[in-house]
């Protein structure tokens, strides 16, 4: 059986750290970290996750900003409030909640971010920092998949790696983090139209899945021992649970877990390092921005 790659446990300790370097930026500068969230529209889920991570910023000392706009706010008034939180000296990191309503550009508002506060990684001038591999906030699911590597002593030095999914916030990135000069991993990047995707996958010591097909990938994809990064978030039916549905990946853990050696849990896995590494990100920026360099 795999050993768990548990996220939760590990996004705790790292957020125990995160209170400690809190504190010691509010003893020797007089600053309080600060994140802010811009929510647009009343889409469930998002106002799930923003709930979520003002619980977990408060928690390690945080301030943190809710900006929470109607679905029909202007380009103008989400502009002139980002631009606002941009000059801000007590915001350090800013997220724009996604998704956004049809009128208006996600990649536009974004770029509106300063690139200092980008703490979620995905302006342009970020993503051509990650991808020059000069020193940036990293977009934080990637970020947080390799971190959990890291946590647990699994190197990716001349390995044989496979991200499934090609998406900004998670393939893309991933896939350019494993195989820069510091991680040295050899990627290939598939997809869900990629041809004999199993034939890849088996090669493969290391396989990172975000794609959101949910449990796509059972035992038949994976060569014994391999080290299976799951980063899907599926809903799915279920009898057993009160609500009548669960949380699934795009791996069958029950099958695939029996042949890995290490394996992450969803949920409890990569979900919980997201939001670490959004925590990371946002204690990094108040301490760079503050420096006086």
Known sequence: ?????????????????LAGQVEVLWEERGVRPG?????????????????????????????????????????DELHATIVELNRSESVHGILVQLPLP????????????APEKDVDGLTTLSQGLLYRGEPCLAPCTP?????LLDEYG?????????????????????AVMLSSRKRNATVTVAH???????????????????IGRAQMLDATYFADGVVVIDAGTNVVPSKESKTGRRLVGDVDFASVSK???????????????????????????????????
């Open 1 to 17: 059986m795999a050993a768990i790659l548990d996220g939760k446990a590990t996004a705790a300790r790292i957020e125990q750290e």
């Open 35 to 75: 994140l802010a969230a811009v929510l647009v529209g009343e889409h469930p889920a998002s106002a799930t996750y923003v709930r979520m991570k003002r619980k977990r910023a408060t928690k390690i000392g945080l301030h943190f900003e809710l900006h929470k706009f109607a679905a029909t706010v202007t380009r």
């Open 102 to 113: 049809e009128h208006l550009d996600a990649h536009e508002v974004i770029d509106w971010i």
């Open 143 to 147: 970020k947080g998949m390799i971190r």
């Open 154 to 174: 699994i190197t990716t030095e001349g390995k044989n790696a496979v991200v499934i999914g090609r998406s900004e916030l998670v393939g893309r990135p991933l």
């Open 192 to 210: 869900t139209r990629t041809r004999n995707l199993g034939e890849i996958t088996r090669r493969a010591e290391i396989v990172a899945v975000a």
């Open 259 to 293: 042949i890995a050696s290490y394996i992450t849990p969803v949920p409890g896995g990569v979900g919980p390092m997201t939001v670490c590494m959004l925590l990371e990100n946002t204690v990094e920026a108040a301490r760079s921005i503050t420096s006086g360099g």
